[in-house]
């Protein structure tokens, strides 16, 4: 089975500084990954998403991931912080002949102006 | 682009109501979900469908259950409804395989069992 773990529930952070989210996962087989951004009263957002080829990944808003197989993390980091990123953020991660999802409990990101 | 919608955003049910919660989607997806939504808990699954008539249970079925008569349409039915079932229900659609492969999900309904 596979399980997903996000590490912070909350992570406050000032205007302008960097962040990294945490996820990481459990799988005994070869996985998908993925994160999403939900804002308030909102349905989620891909962000961005991992399937094969570089393990450096690009998303919007200016977010990035990187793939670690060995340390089987999905960490989710962003240079430079705005207001309107205030929002939660899942992880979540899908084997790759399968067709279900296994989500994370989620990220509070919270910009401080 | 992609669109999943939801028959309703907000909606309050009495206790031992029947609920219907529609979903639809628009890009001939093969797979459909319905996730519930709780602070601290993430998404959970209640039930998928990988095909037209084809269920599957989630992780949290009991108290539920779902009908999937045309390719883009899923619904999800409270027999009767109880005050723990109040919760935001999200719906979601995804190809099975290929470079599009990911969860679309709809805008969410926030469902009150008073």
């Known amino acids: 089975a596979q399980s997903v773990t996000q590490l912070d529930s909350q992570v406050p952070v000032f205007e302008e500084a960097p962040v990294e989210l945490r996820c990481n996962y459990s799988?005994?087989?070869?996985?998908?990954l993925f994160w999403y951004v939900q804002y308030p009263n909102q349905g989620l957002q891909l962000l961005l998403k991992?399937?094969?080829?570089?393990?450096l990944v690009k998303g919007i808003n200016g977010f990035e991931a990187e793939f670690n197989k060995s340390q089987t993390s999905f960490h989710l980091r962003k240079p430079s912080v705005h207001i309107s990123d205030t929002a939660e953020y899942f992880c979540?991660?899908?084997?790759?002949?399968?067709?279900?999802?296994?989500f994370g409990t989620g990220t509070s990101l919270t910009v401080i102006p | 682009d992609v669109k999943v919608t939801q028959s309703s955003r907000y909606l309050v049910k009495r206790t031992g109501e029947k609920v219907f919660l529609e979903c639809v989607q628009d890009m001939d997806h093969e797979n459909m979900f319905w996730y519930r939504q709780d602070p601290g808990l993430g998404l959970r699954l209640i039930y998928f469908?990988?095909?037209?008539?084809?269920?599957e249970k989630g992780d949290i079925p009991e108290g539920y259950s779902v009908s999937r008569e045309k390719k883009e349409r899923f619904s999800l039915i409270l027999e009767s409804a109880s005050t723990n079932q109040t919760s935001m229900y999200l719906c979601a659609s995804s190809f099975s395989t290929g470079a599009n492969y990911e969860q679309y999900f709809g805008p969410g309904t926030r469902l009150t069992v008073t």
């Open positions: 991992y399937l094969s080829g570089s393990t």
């Open positions: 979540a991660v899908s084997r790759v002949a399968g067709n279900q999802f296994y």
């Open positions: 799988s005994s087989v070869s996985v998908y």
């Open positions: 469908s990988y095909d037209v008539k084809m269920k």
